[in-house]
């Protein structure tokens, strides 16, 4: 068996000796159909990077999976001379010449699907209709103006479901109209619960809170910095906006933020603790919110994460 997967653009890459980053050419070598197939029975098939070393077919040659990058990936193959030569597949198009980038081995994502309601001084908006400027609303009441708006293409073909697929806080999950509406986020995304940042992976218990599934095999991503790191209101829950500790070349329009310059001041986080799996969340808030997607929802139908 094999798994055929399609790309919009593929994008010549050379290496920077053995630092382990790569410059990625602007102009695009055209579209490009890989073909995954499982070479040991830990190696499964349409997802790349989950063995060492994982290879795949591209144009009659064998090509071995380097890391992730743009909502997309980053391979290599040897030629008749022995000499590799490196590729980057993805649907994102690249427009100017990027240096020295290091393709990742674990894809961290901390964003909004599109759709999610974001509160603004004129009401909600969808959160991919925001441009740099708006006027958010926080959940301490200030009104604070967007910086940038960060796009994170996710290709489900090489990244791992458990850190990338959204995670579902249904309608009241954590109380009444709280969230508003069914609240999609990433995995490591952050909402304020009884005063601690909580990765939304970590509240995971079958019931009012879910893993989804992917909407498609490619599908973006959106998050919202400000000038300082806080508590957006999206679907009526507190979650957090950008903080840089993660990169933002992850983000397919990075340069947009590169060009703000001297504005585009480092970041503080908040002070709030934070907890990153379930085993760090509070038994007092697992055993209400438990309780609640019970009364909402029924028994639990699957182990929490």
């Keep these: 068996m094999a798994d055929i997967r399609n790309f919009k653009f593929t994008y010549a890459v050379s290496a920077n000796g053995n630092s382990g ?3 990625i ?3 695009s070598k055209g579209a ?3 073909t995954d197939s499982a070479t040991t029975s830990a190696d499964k098939l349409g997802l790349l990077g989950d063995v060492n070393p994982d290879t795949f077919a591209y144009g009659g040659a064998t090509y071995t999976y380097v890391g992730s990058y743009s909502g997309g990936f980053i391979a290599s193959t040897s030629g008749a001379n022995g000499k590799l030569s490196h590729l980057l597949f993805t649907d994102t198009e690249i427009t100017a010449k990027i240096t020295s980038v290091t393709p990742g081995t674990d894809t961290t994502v901390i964003c ?3 759709g999610t309601q974001i509160a603004t001084r004129q009401g909600e908006v969808s959160v991919e209709t925001l441009q740099r400027g708006d006027l958010v609303q926080t959940a301490d009441g200030r ?3 967007v910086r940038w ?3 994170q293409t996710i290709s489900t073909f090489f990244a791992d479901p458990l850190r990338v697929l959204p995670i579902c806080i249904k309608a009241d999950a954590l109380a009444e109209n709280v969230p508003s509406r069914d609240l999609y986020v990433s995995p490591d995304h952050a909402i304020l619960i009884d005063d601690i940042l909580v990765h939304a992976s970590a509240l995971v218990n079958g019931t009012s809170i879910v893993r989804a599934p992917a909407p498609a095999q490619t599908f973006t991503y959106y998050h919202v910095e400000l000038a300082d790191h806080s508590l957006l209101l999206a679907d009526n829950v507190p979650a957090e906006s950008f903080i840089d500790n993660v990169d933002r070349l992850a983000f397919d329009n990075w340069n947009e933020h590169e060009a703000l310059g001297e504005e585009a001041a480092p970041l503080v986080e ?5 907890a990153k799996a379930a085993r760090q969340v509070p038994v007092a808030v697992r055993e209400r919110l ?3 997607g019970q009364a909402l929802f029924g028994t639990l139908t699957t182990k929490a994460a």
């Design 290 to 292: 438990a309780a609640r």
């Design 149 to 151: 708006v960060g796009r």
């Design 143 to 145: 009104t604070v103006p």
């Design 270 to 274: 908040m002070t709030y603790p934070r």
């Design 32 to 34: 490009a159909t890989v």
């Design 112 to 114: 909004f699907l599109p």
């Design 21 to 23: 980053n790569y410059n």
């Design 25 to 27: 050419e602007a102009e």
